[in-house]
């Protein structure tokens, strides 16, 4: 669709709530992008103490003066005309909730959505968990028209990004969000500027998909290759984090490596010198922890947590 604003005058409604967000509203108001308002989660309490939070995307709006929006149901009456009110050529979704048509469809341009994977492999909610889950070398952000399924409009533009071995996904989430977020200010310019053709995905047998994870997602299987368990401590560092048992205790690897050497034992059991040496027995293969967080504590180096804990 030709566009006849330049980049900097179409008028924006950004859309995001966490700090991978932040770094593409930033973008967008770096390069001189008109963002007419903000659309983030409602405050909500958060921690021990259960005081109201408010959301990274809406800290960093509130420093910039933008105008902010927190509906409740993003199909209420109320929000759709204050929508309508701000006259958008277009919203721009980042990490945000799935949005009911009468809103995507709602500017002229529609809606532009940036994903942490290379469409159409990885949709759904956690791709990058998932790709690292499942020992990918590669992976990258793409651009694409929101449509009525999740994920799967047509293509605008996309980035590859390499995965080093030892990469976790928190590692690879920081190291993404300026790549995405300068991917996402350079499609709305070949937009503005009419020379960006947006392409259908295609939909393949071999597709890999990326969907929410739950607890059940983290709990160790011993009885895999090390290779697997690695990539599962990996995909899930920091957050939400691998976990095992022990002495009955929950506890997350958030650090490790993995041995094809495999220990005596059966898989999920442990050999330590309760100095600074702590590994687990996989089917095939073992692992060696690094970093871990027993049930109620803090995170530990591996040292410091033998030189302090008494195992049963």
């Given at each position: 669709m030709n566009v006849r604003k330049s980049f900097e005058e179409l008028r924006i409604v950004f859309m995001g709530t966490p700090e991978f967000a932040v770094a593409s509203l930033?973008?967008?108001?770096?390069?001189?992008?008109h963002v007419v308002a903000v659309?983030?989660?409602p405050?909500?309490?958060?921690?021990?103490?259960?005081?109201?939070k408010k959301s990274p995307v809406k800290v960093f709006a509130e420093s910039?003066?933008?105008?902010?929006?927190?509906?409740?149901?993003?199909?209420?009456s109320a929000f759709i005309e204050q929508l309508k009110a701000l006259t958008p050529d277009l919203n721009v979704v980042v990490a945000f909730r799935m949005?009911?048509?009468?809103?995507?469809?709602l500017p002229p341009l529609g809606s532009?959505?940036?994903h942490g994977s290379l469409l159409p492999q990885y949709r759904g909610a956690a791709p990058i968990n998932w790709a690292i889950i499942n020992g990918e070398s590669q992976t990258g952000v793409t651009t694409f028209r929101l449509s009525h399924q999740i994920d799967t409009g047509d293509i605008l533009d996309s980035e590859i990004i390499d995965i080093p071995n030892q990469e976790t996904a928190g590692e690879l989430h920081n190291r993404m969000m300026p790549i995405g977020a300068a991917l996402l200010v350079k499609t709305l310019k070949g937009l503005a500027n009419g020379n960006l053709t947006p392409h259908p995905q295609s939909f393949e047998s071999s597709q890999k998909h990326a969907p929410k994870i739950f607890s059940a997602d983290c709990e160790i299987k011993w009885n895999q290759d090390s290779r697997n368990v690695y990539n599962l401590i990996r995909g899930l560092s920091p957050h939400p984090g691998a976990f095992t048992f022990v002495d009955g205790k929950k506890c997350k690897i958030l650090l490790a490596e993995y041995d094809s050497s495999t220990l005596d034992g059966t898989p999920g059991s442990y050999v330590t010198d309760k100095k600074t040496f702590l590994k687990f027995?996989?089917?095939?293969?073992?692992?060696q922890v690094l970093q871990l967080q027993m049930e109620g504590k803090k995170v530990m180096a591996v040292a410091d947590f033998l030189r302090g804990y008494h195992f049963k």
């Amino acid at each position: 669709m030709n566009v006849r604003k330049s980049f900097e005058e179409l008028r924006i409604v950004f859309m995001g709530t966490p700090e991978f967000a932040v770094a593409s509203l930033k973008a967008l108001l770096d390069a001189g992008g008109h963002v007419v308002a903000v659309v983030t989660a409602p405050d909500k309490p958060a921690g021990r103490g259960m005081q109201i939070k408010k959301s990274p995307v809406k800290v960093f709006a509130e420093s910039q003066g933008l105008t902010i929006l927190q509906p409740e149901k993003l199909r209420s009456s109320a929000f759709i005309e204050q929508l309508k009110a701000l006259t958008p050529d277009l919203n721009v979704v980042v990490a945000f909730r799935m949005l009911p048509e009468v809103v995507w469809s709602l500017p002229p341009l529609g809606s532009i959505n940036l994903h942490g994977s290379l469409l159409p492999q990885y949709r759904g909610a956690a791709p990058i968990n998932w790709a690292i889950i499942n020992g990918e070398s590669q992976t990258g952000v793409t651009t694409f028209r929101l449509s009525h399924q999740i994920d799967t409009g047509d293509i605008l533009d996309s980035e590859i990004i390499d995965i080093p071995n030892q990469e976790t996904a928190g590692e690879l989430h920081n190291r993404m969000m300026p790549i995405g977020a300068a991917l996402l200010v350079k499609t709305l310019k070949g937009l503005a500027n009419g020379n960006l053709t947006p392409h259908p995905q295609s939909f393949e047998s071999s597709q890999k998909h990326a969907p929410k994870i739950f607890s059940a997602d983290c709990e160790i299987k011993w009885n895999q290759d090390s290779r697997n368990v690695y990539n599962l401590i990996r995909g899930l560092s920091p957050h939400p984090g691998a976990f095992t048992f022990v002495d009955g205790k929950k506890c997350k690897i958030l650090l490790a490596e993995y041995d094809s050497s495999t220990l005596d034992g059966t898989p999920g059991s442990y050999v330590t010198d309760k100095k600074t040496f702590l590994k687990f027995a996989c089917a095939k293969g073992s692992i060696q922890v690094l970093q871990l967080q027993m049930e109620g504590k803090k995170v530990m180096a591996v040292a410091d947590f033998l030189r302090g804990y008494h195992f049963k």
